[in-house]
């Protein structure tokens, strides 16, 4: 089943960057620095037997040369993104241990010397379009049936960490290394608007740098953080509302009920409330987390898990505190 | 004999509550004899049945014997006696029947009722669960109107705005009326003067005019008295 041996060493320098949920919300997919997926089967490490083998993946198999930066799920597949290649797999046959790529494809580069990563993919459920961003400075949309690149997104100036989707309105909101917010119009694929956060002095953090590593949208509300401060803003007015005190660089934000939850340096997820308050702060076991996945599809698994630079990711079943960890 | 009945009941019993049904290393009669030979021991039943048979066959013998009338009488005492204790066990068995069907009764009674106080509890935390997400999205709410409301209250108010800008205005309609009035009066005095300056340049050249026809007359009669 492991593709690999890891060495104690090896396990140490593991980081895990990317997760997912299957589409029945059973099996969490993980991807880790060293181009692993590894499948883990929730009902298995949440059924009231679970032993220490429960705990450790259904599946390990090298996915990509690089580093799996970003991983999505579709109803029937698990996109996988590495060095500047995108590749599917799907989940029936995973979960059959059968490792085998649906297809693989590559967005169009305009140089063919290097072949940048792949940060952040995005699925546009209106016209069934995959949005990837990465680090051509572009965006890229492809069109999941015929798997042909139909437009490119030129304006940021950096690399694209992050990327997000407004149902309502069909926006594309995209952040990156260049500190601007950018929001496009998914159906004319024209900018919108910019908003260059590190401008604002309520939410700067000159000493970290104006990078923008995470986004999350709820209605008219939007979450950015990174460099400057995460802050909630308000798209209509174009104003950032609250700005939360958390000391680290916030890696992956996402609204939750009445809450929003963060996490990134520092061995903690955060539960913060729209008003600008830190609520609470949950120990984890990695010293640093790069990402949160909540499995909201399945009722009965209805989990929350954050893997950072560790090769354990943490399981939070009451979201208050760390159940168990799933490891590499 | 009834009791055959039960044993063997009580073995299959015995049998299910060990996990064994028809296993050949335990044997089923083995455990009747175990169980059979326990309940002899232990039961009150066998004293009664022994009661009973004593009884049956001391009657025997006082019928079927010759006795002399004080032993016959003094036998007839003692079967008495043990009958009257069989009859005491009979009553206090049947009491305990009777209690034992009472409380069989108010277990029942008391199942059902923590039965429906379990599913009211269940819908009682069915409504709970949705009273709670009722408040959350609540607090929600709250927190985005105070939040944006914190954004509104920093901008200025906006019938300050509106007043200062009619103030403004005002003072605007003044100054270009000062300013026109101004002009005007500018306009006024510049062709005064101009309508001044030209008369003067008139009269001056009508004067150099004048001069220069005296002159030329001068000369012209100088010239005619010259001829």
């Not at chain 1, 060493?9 to 029945?24: G, R, T």
Request: proline share 4%.
């Amino acid at each position: 089943m492991n593709s690999r041996k890891m060495g104690p060493v090896e396990l140490l320098h593991m980081s895990v960057f990317s997760q997912s949920f299957s589409p029945c919300g059973r099996f969490l997919a993980a991807g880790n620095n060293y181009g692993e997926i590894a499948v883990f089967s929730l009902s298995a490490a949440l059924s009231p037997d679970a032993s220490e083998g429960s705990q450790k993946p259904i599946l390990n198999f090298t996915a990509h040369d690089g580093p799996v930066f970003s991983l999505l799920s579709t109803d029937t597949h698990l996109l996988s993104a590495g060095n500047g290649e995108i590749s599917a797999w799907s989940w029936a046959e995973l979960i059959k241990k059968n490792t085998k790529a649906a297809w693989t494809r590559k967005p169009n580069y305009e140089t063919s010397l290097e072949i940048p990563e792949i940060n952040a993919m995005i699925i546009n459920p209106k016209d069934n379009s995959l949005t990837v961003g990465g680090g051509d400075n572009n965006i890229h949309i492809m069109d999941m049936e015929t798997g042909i690149f139909k437009s490119v997104l030129k304006g940021h100036t950096d690399y694209i960490h992050c990327l997000c989707f407004k149902e309502r309105e069909g926006e594309i909101l995209s952040g990156g290394e260049d500190g601007a917010v950018r929001i496009w119009d998914s159906r004319t694929n024209r900018p919108v608007h910019c908003i260059e956060v590190f401008k604002y002095e309520e939410c700067a953090r000159p000493q970290f740098g104006k990078w923008i590593s995470c986004l999350a949208t709820d209605s008219d509300w939007m979450l950015c953080g990174g460099g400057p401060s995460l802050s909630l803003w308000h798209l209509r007015s174009m104003s950032p509302t609250s700005v939360f005190p958390l000391p680290g660089c916030q890696r992956e934000a996402v609204f939750y009920q009445d809450l929003i939850m963060s996490v990134g340096e520092g061995p903690n997820v955060s539960h913060c409330l729209h008003g600008g308050t830190v609520k609470a702060q949950i120990p984890c076991s990695p010293s640093s987390l790069n990402t949160l996945a909540l499995n909201l599809k399945n009722t009965e698994h209805r989990v929350m898990t954050v893997g950072g630079s560790s090769h354990q990711i943490d399981v939070f079943t009451n979201f208050s505190y760390r159940a168990f960890s799933l490891s590499f | 004999m009834p009791f055959c009945e039960s044993f063997e009941q009580l073995g299959r019993f015995h049998n299910s509550l060990l996990g064994v049904s028809d296993a050949p290393f335990v044997p089923k009669g083995f455990l009747n004899e175990v169980i059979r030979k326990r309940l002899l021991i232990d039961g009150d039943g066998a004293g009664d049945d022994r009661r009973i048979n004593v009884l049956m066959k001391s009657f025997s013998k006082w019928c079927h014997s010759n006795f002399s009338p004080e032993e016959g009488f003094s036998q007839y005492q003692r079967m008495l006696t043990s009958l009257a204790q069989c009859e005491f066990s009979m009553g206090k068995t049947l009491l305990v029947y009777n209690m034992n069907l009472k409380e069989m009764e108010n277990y029942e009674a008391i199942y059902a009722d923590i039965e429906t106080s379990i599913t009211s509890a269940h819908e009682k935390i069915a409504e709970c669960k949705k009273e709670i997400q009722r408040a959350k999205r609540i607090r929600k709410n709250r927190q985005e109107y105070d939040a944006l409301a914190r954004v509104i209250k920093q901008h200025p108010d906006r019938h300050e705005t509106l007043k200062q800008l009619e103030a403004l205005d005002k003072e605007l309609q003044q100054l270009s009326h000062i300013k026109e009035n101004v002009e005007d009066k500018l306009e006024l005095r510049k062709k005064q003067f101009h309508v001044l300056l030209t008369t003067i340049q008139e009269l001056q050249q009508t004067l150099e005019n004048d001069e220069k026809m005296d002159s030329d007359d001068t000369q012209e009669s100088l010239m005619d008295n010259g001829d």
